[in-house]
């Protein structure tokens, strides 16, 4: 059970990882595409948020959970789960408050002929979501580590 928990944790901080890196690729590209184009793709960010990121989350901490449940040697209490729980607390916040409203707030501002609001809100979220990136490579370090075991 261990293998198969460990498997679907991984992929899904995979999955949440591998869709920060296209992010950030993708956003500085925008502003050489149509308002159209981009607006698009900041609607898709939106739906990031709920059909991706938010299970890819359930997931992570689920498994993880589960995992320090089943075993005899992890505890809640040391450090790597600890850095867990505050990247997937700190990713849940950042997608619900900040990379949600201002994907919307993008794509309106788009649909509205103003790309300079538009890159505005894009070059901060390039670099809230380098350093959510950040805190998960840092997190995914901790793990393989062991950190605090």
Known sequence: ???????????AAGAWFGTNVVQIAVNPTLGSKSAEVAADWHRTLVKFSRYLYMPASLIILGTGVWMVLDS????????????????????????MAFFAPNSRKAADALDNGDAPTARGIEQRMNIVGSLDTVVIIVTVVAMVAKWGA
Do not use: K, N
């Not at 059970?1 to 992929?11: E, F, G, N, S, V």
């Not at 005899?72 to 997608?95: C, P």
């Open 1 to 11: 059970m261990r293998d198969t928990l460990l498997t679907l944790h991984i992929l």
């Open 72 to 95: 005899d040697v992890w505890e809640f209490s040391q450090a790597f789960v600890s850095i867990g729980f505050l990247a997937i607390i700190l990713g849940a916040v950042l997608g």
